[in-house]
């Protein structure tokens, strides 16, 4: 499925987020709603993974808080993917204009800009490979695909003190060419190649990822630390990287408050309590080592 540039687009027309959200249901693009004036999910609510068509659900929802934020989940449940140029800390505009002359970036179906001076590039997702959210922190810019989501318009959220809104600044009804997240990726952080490791089979047990990046977003204040140190551990747990899990948990707990070094020092101080570093034997942690542990190998020469 590939949300329609018009389907997207309405919600700027729209005279509030509950309207946008239904109208974008009768076009099939699942919603959910968010905290008035910010980007949390509602309390008790599983955020992207509670996201909908279903009318009566959505009206559930905006009968309970009438003045919610309307959220769209990003990757192939929606058929949807953005790019979020930041302007917090590194200005996402450099990168931007460095990647769009590189060719990573095509004409997008819709072009937002966002309260804080930030833009979202709509591209159409890919169905047939799963496309994960990353962020490249020292490029000031964000991929949202799979196990991620978008605050869309017209909802407002707070900056500065002040309510700004969403707004949808250009259409592309006819842009079909989805973005290479990949290769975006590359150009704007690169990484040194790694080992080959072993396959990850948390990525295959019924989105168990998503559902733990998405319990992370619904954190309240005092528990918002300690709630991200277990969700990191989990993954740990289940084999990913240190670097993947970053990715999968950094979206969803910057949405609840906490910033970038909290939660860079949150994980890896789960990685470290649940990886910890091998310890070498005790006969061989002095300065001498037993003769009998000396060990011959097969070409005659001894260790």
């Given at each position: 499925?590939?949300?329609?540039?018009?389907?997207?687009?309405?919600a700027?027309?729209s005279?509030?987020?509950v309207?946008?959200?239904r109208?974008?249901?009768e076009?099939?693009?699942?919603?959910f709603?968010c905290?008035?004036g910010?980007?949390?999910?509602?309390?008790g609510?599983r955020?992207?993974?509670?996201a909908?068509?279903?009318?009566?659900?959505?009206?559930?929802?905006?009968?309970?808080v009438?003045?919610?934020n309307?959220?769209?989940?990003?990757g192939?449940v929606s058929?949807?993917v953005?790019?979020?140029v930041?302007v917090?800390?590194?200005?996402?505009?450099?990168?931007?204009h460095?990647?769009?002359?590189?060719?990573l970036l095509?004409r997008?179906?819709?072009?937002?800009?966002t309260?804080?001076?930030?833009?979202?590039l709509c591209?159409?997702?890919r169905?047939?490979?799963?496309?994960?959210?990353?962020?490249?922190?020292?490029a000031g810019i964000?991929?949202?695909?799979?196990?991620?989501y978008?605050?869309?318009p017209?909802s407002r959220?707070r900056?500065?003190?002040v309510?700004?809104?969403?707004?949808v600044?250009?259409?592309?009804?006819d842009?079909t060419?989805?973005?290479d997240a990949a290769?975006?990726r590359?150009?704007?952080?690169p990484r040194p190649?790694?080992r080959t490791r072993?396959?990850?089979?948390?990525?295959?047990?019924?989105?168990g990822v998503?559902?733990?990046?998405?319990w992370?977003g619904t954190?309240?204040?005092g528990?918002?630390?300690?709630g991200?140190f277990?969700?990191?551990?989990?993954?740990?747990e289940?084999?990913?990287?240190p670097?993947?899990?970053?990715?999968v948990l950094r979206?969803?707990?910057?949405a609840?408050?906490?910033?970038e070094r909290?939660?860079?020092?949150?994980?890896r101080?789960?990685y470290?309590t649940t990886?910890?570093?091998?310890?070498r034997?005790?006969s061989?942690?002095?300065?001498?080592?037993?003769?009998d542990?000396?060990?011959?190998v097969?070409d005659?020469?001894r260790?």
């Open positions: 499925m590939t949300a329609h540039p018009l389907a997207l687009a309405v700027t027309l005279p509030s987020p309207v946008a959200a109208q974008l249901a076009a099939g693009v699942p919603v709603a905290v008035p910010g980007k949390r999910p509602l309390p609510s955020g992207f993974l509670d909908t068509t279903d009318r009566a659900q959505i009206g559930a929802w905006w009968r309970r009438p003045d919610a309307l959220a769209i989940p990003t192939r058929g949807v953005v790019v979020d930041d917090h800390g590194a200005n996402g505009f450099d990168a931007f460095a990647a769009r002359a590189a060719g095509p997008p179906l819709v072009v937002v800009r309260p804080s001076g930030g833009m979202h591209y159409p997702a169905q047939s490979v799963g496309q994960r959210s990353w962020q490249a922190a020292k964000d991929f949202r695909g799979d196990g991620g978008i605050i869309a017209p959220v900056v500065d003190g309510l700004r809104a969403y707004e600044v250009e259409l592309h009804a842009a060419t989805p973005v290769r975006l590359d150009f704007l952080d190649p790694e072993a396959l990850r089979p948390v990525w295959s047990r019924g989105g998503e559902r733990i990046a998405s992370v954190l309240m204040e528990e918002r630390n300690r991200l277990w969700a990191a551990c989990r993954l740990a289940q084999g990913l990287a670097a993947d899990a970053l990715d979206s969803p707990a910057e609840v408050g906490l910033s909290e939660v860079v020092t949150t994980v101080s789960a470290r990886q910890p570093a091998p310890t034997p005790a061989m942690s002095g300065p001498f080592v037993r003769r542990s000396i060990r011959a097969p005659g020469r260790l």
